[in-house]
């Protein structure tokens, strides 16, 4: 069981797990190796679909989803890089041939380069220098950005104005990929050693409560049990 951290993508490769439904910030790209998953997600006006039996899905970012799979399913989840990666590219057809890729890899020694080999992803448009220069402060210090209003003014921008070109910039609203570069970092402080209590203050959360809620809330499970069931952190770069 590993979790791979790159500067802007992640993948998990392991067993299935009992995940709880959730909502990613990024899209995720869902393998199931050697059996089928069952795939749900739920929408305001029509509530949550029907199961639906599959091998390979691309969930979209924001999307509430519950993710079914027994414990001897071998998994696959690569989780899409926000800024650049244009989803629309995976087809149906490019998910089931990147899953008969990776079914006839080693999965010991997967790594996040191998896994976007398979994948049609092309890196979208230059996006905004003042967007990008609040990224690249975010994925160095998380914990500088408690609102929003912080990274306005670094952007040189109005609050309502950085709001709006982030979210069309980045795709996700600006909290929710703060969120998910939190997350990356308290991996990549975890992987050092560090305690899930240290890492969560590293990375701008209150308390390891809060951290542990949010993870729940993002992945569909805790990142205790995680740490618990032996998976190995990898910073893949």
Not at 157 to 186: D, I, K, T
Request: proline fraction near 4%; aromatic fraction near 8%.
């Amino acid at each position: 069981m590993r979790l791979l951290i790159g500067p802007s993508r992640a993948a998990y490769i392991g067993p299935g797990l009992n995940l709880e439904p959730h909502l990613n910030a990024a899209c995720t790209l869902a393998f199931s190796l050697n059996e089928p998953m069952a795939l749900r997600t739920w929408s305001k006006t029509k509530g949550w679909s029907d199961w639906n039996e599959v091998t390979a899905a691309l969930i979209p970012g924001g999307t509430l989803h519950h993710l079914k799979c027994s414990n001897d399913a071998q998994m696959v989840f690569y989780y899409l890089d926000p800024l650049q990666d244009e989803a629309r590219l995976v087809t149906e057809n490019a998910l089931l041939k990147a899953r008969n890729a990776l079914c006839a890899m080693d999965k010991a020694s997967l790594s996040l380069k191998d896994i976007e080999g398979y994948l049609p992803l092309r890196s979208q448009s230059e996006s905004c220098s003042k967007i990008r220069h609040v990224l690249r402060e975010m994925e160095a210090c998380p914990v500088r950005f408690n609102s929003i209003e912080a990274a306005a003014s670094l952007a040189c921008l109005s609050g309502s104005r950085f709001r709006a070109l982030f979210a069309q910039e980045v795709g996700l609203p600006f909290r929710r990929y703060r969120l998910w570069r939190r997350m990356a970092h308290v991996a990549k402080v975890v992987s050092k050693g560090a305690s899930l209590t240290e890492a969560a203050i590293d990375a701008g959360f209150s308390d390891s409560a809060h951290l542990s809620a949010s993870f729940k809330a993002m992945f569909g499970i805790s990142p205790g049990f995680l740490l618990n069931k032996g998976v190995v952190i990898c910073l893949d770069h």
